[in-house]
T-cell receptor
Framework: AQTVTQSQPEMSVQEAETVTLSCTYD???????LFWYKQPPSRQMILVIR??????QNATENRFSVNFQKAAKSFSLKISDSQLGDTAMYFCAFMIPHSGGGADGLTFGKGTHLIIQP | DVKVTQSSRYLVKRTGEKVFLECVQDMDHENMFWYRQDPGLGLRLIYF???????EKGDIPEGYSVSREKKERFSLILESASTNQTSMYLC???????????FGSGTRLTVV
């Protein structure tokens, strides 16, 4: 079974600082996808960034970037120039494509509560 | 704007009641999912469906069932609600998981 571990239950940084959230996962598969989701107090889960395991280049979306280390099974999220609106729960998630009939289920970590202080 | 809509934001039900949580998506997605979210435990998959009338158990299906009679609607059923089913319930849909899911805003269910 696949597992996703987020070792930081809570983090707090000052506005404009850079923060890195850690995520490790465990799988014997070679083809998979990784995601970071943000859940603000409104509860709406928002996809922040995705990474395809067969791509070596790290994904980037504006202030959000990942450090994907496939051999180490590590997928950290870096938020640059943090803003008050970045305050949220952040979930790392992992998915192995389903072959044949069926759906591609996401396995989530337990989340990191990120607080951006003014 | 594409949407996954959960019919209730908050629900309070009594122990032993039969509870229906409804989820509708307007994106013509084949796949739909029900997750349960609890503090410190993250999101855990209850059931999912990859086609109309098709369903599969997730990691924690006990005490739950689902119904998918139409492509756009996926219902989670608590046959006899218990206090340990007090939780946040999130519905999601996808065309293919490779691009992630679209989530609803969640239903916070309290069973008293």
């Amino acid at each position: 079974a696949q597992t996703v571990t987020q070792s930081q239950p809570e983090m707090s940084v000052q506005e404009a600082e850079t923060v890195t959230l850690s995520c490790t996962y465990d799988t014997s598969e070679n083809n998979y996808y990784l995601f970071w989701y943000k859940q603000p107090p409104s509860r709406q889960m928002i996809l922040v960034i995705r990474q395809e395991a067969y791509k070596q280049q790290n994904a980037t979306e504006n202030r959000f970037s990942v450090n994907f280390q496939k051999a180490a099974k590590s997928f950290s999220l870096k938020i640059s120039d943090s803003q008050l609106g970045d305050t949220a729960m952040y979930f790392c998630a992992f998915m192995i494509p389903h072959s044949g009939g069926g759906a591609d289920g996401l396995t989530f970590g337990k989340g990191t509560h990120l607080i951006i202080q003014p | 704007d594409v949407k996954v809509t959960q019919s209730s934001r908050y629900l309070v039900k009594r122990t032993g009641e039969k509870v229906f949580l409804e989820c509708v998506q307007d994106m013509d997605h084949e796949n739909m999912f029900w997750y349960r979210q609890d503090p410190g435990l993250g999101l855990r998959l209850i059931y999912f469906s990859y086609d109309v009338k098709m369903k599969e158990k997730g990691d924690i299906p006990e005490g739950y069932s689902v119904s998918r009679e139409k492509k756009e609607r996926f219902s989670l059923i608590l046959e006899s609600a218990s206090t340990n089913q007090t939780s946040m319930y999130l519905c999601a849909s996808s065309f293919t998981g490779a691009y992630g899911y679209t989530f609803g805003s969640g239903t916070r269910l309290t069973v008293v």
